[in-house]
């Protein structure tokens, strides 16, 4: 893959869309076909519904976080300063009986990775900047455009399954697959909820199936990461074996070991990001292209496609403060629970219709007496404008002690629902004993 072409300098025309998305619009490059721009809104999205509140700032928030990580992919030395950290800590290599993950890990640190980010855009001028940021930072990507084909849908005698067969004969496409790297269990994990429903003897299955040798809990650390993998292009994402996850990827064994090591070290190079703003990184998910055998990283990366918490301790208790797209699915949880009930029965229909469930939900609200899309109160909304503040001046160095910005704001979304009276469903599934 080729990354040589990249434009200095483009012609924005952003008058018609080739893709709208509930957090960002895509456009195509005129006199440049291979790419496309990026251009992230302050829309927000949660439980696949579309985008329902706006947070002030949140779109430059998100692309120069964004440009920041992808910047750091590319880089040799931030991987060569991660294979320091992952020798000394010893764990994951110690795991990695095939030296794949050290193989992998050798190749970053001398050519970095590839990325489908090309640099972010001057809204005035148009120019590309690979490395840094403009003047004034935008909400503008440019990115190489990768085939996105999206599985068929078969129904028969009432069922319905997905077809595959087409990615085993393409190329340059983006793999149909979420990489869900999880370097511990958070109260709302979907691995946590599988787990909890299972039978004594099937929860030991599942841990060996994970690669993991101790019960789950909420709100503990794993001794080493571990990839959970969803369906992408299904209505609903649809977790599965690394089995399926193999045979639906087009990819050969060999390519696809590697794409799973390649997301297990991104997150690692991502942890060590956030925790220079005083973050922990639970889990994030990846999405990879394939170009022949190479592999690149695609996508998104903020705070829709990662859990990261301030860890505030407050009396007898740990409170896990998220900074990301986490925090809006609890506060609706806690605050409209009536709608967050529908929302999940529209899934359930979904699953067994295999209709979209948005057309379910819209349905319900119109006919069944489903409860109308709340709105978000302002005074939480400033909460989480804050925390894209912080995001903002850690990207520029403006924060002398950004650890104290982050947990100032963390006693505010604390504050607030302490205020609401909804304290103890927040602390259910925001927090723990202090150990």
Excluded at 189 to 199: I, R
Excluded at 275 to 291: H, N, P, S, T, V
Excluded at 372 to 383: A, G, K, Q, S, Y
Aim: net charge neutral; aromatic share 10%; charged share 25%.
């Amino acid at each position: 893959m080729m990354m040589n072409d990249i434009p200095d300098k483009i012609t924005l025309e952003l008058d018609r869309p080739c893709y709208t998305g509930s957090v960002q619009r895509l456009y195509d490059v005129p006199g440049h076909p291979g790419y496309l721009v990026s251009e992230t809104t302050a829309g927000g999205s949660v439980f696949d519904v579309g985008a329902i509140f706006n947070i002030e700032g949140s779109d430059v928030g998100r692309a120069g976080f964004r440009h920041l990580v992808f910047q750091e992919l590319q880089k040799p030395e931030a991987w060569s300063a991660l294979a320091r950290e992952l020798s000394a800590e010893g764990e994951l290599l110690r795991r990695d009986e095939s030296g794949l993950v050290e193989k992998v890990l050798s190749g970053f640190s001398g050519n970095g990775a590839l990325t489908h980010h090309a640099g972010m855009i001057d809204r005035n001028s148009g120019r590309v900047h690979r490395r840094g940021f403009p003047p004034r930072p935008s909400n503008l990507t440019l990115i190489r455009k990768y085939r996105v084909e999206k599985p068929a849908l078969m129904k028969v005698l009432g069922w319905h399954f997905y077809d595959y067969e087409k990615y085993h004969h393409i190329d340059g496409y983006v793999i149909p697959l979420e990489y869900i790297v999880r370097l511990g269990i958070t109260s709302g994990s979907s691995v946590l909820k599988k787990y909890n429903a299972l039978s004594e003897a099937h929860k030991k299955e599942y841990l060996n199936e994970l690669g993991l040798d101790r019960p789950l809990s909420p709100w503990s650390r794993f001794d080493y990461p571990v990839v959970d993998l969803t369906t992408k292009y299904e209505p609903e994402d649809r977790n599965i074996s690394r089995q399926e996850a193999a045979l639906i990827s087009g990819a050969d064994g060999d390519v696809f070991a590697r794409s799973m090591v390649m997301a297990v070290l991104g997150a690692c190079l991502l942890k060590r990001i956030f925790a220079g703003m005083g973050l922990f990184l639970w889990d994030m998910k990846w999405e990879i292209a394939r170009e022949g055998d190479a592999l690149v990283f695609v996508d998104t990366i903020d705070t829709d496609s990662v859990r990261v918490t301030f860890n505030l301790a407050s009396g007898d208790r740990m409170h896990f403060v998220h900074f990301n797209k986490q925090s809006m699915r609890d506060y609706y949880r806690i605050m409209h629970p009536e709608w967050y009930s529908a929302v999940n029965e529209a899934k359930k229909a979904a699953a067994r219709t295999g209709r979209p469930f948005t057309e379910i939900l819209a349905e319900g609200q119109e006919k069944s007496g489903y409860p109308p899309t709340p709105v978000v109160d302002e005074r939480f909304l400033d909460i989480q404008k804050q925390k894209f503040s912080v995001i903002q001046a850690f990207i520029q160095g403006r924060y002398q002690d950004i650890r104290r910005e982050a947990g100032r704001i963390a006693r505010l979304e604390l504050d607030y629902y302490l205020a609401a009276g909804r304290k103890e469903e927040y602390e259910a599934l925001n927090s723990a004993p202090v150990s």
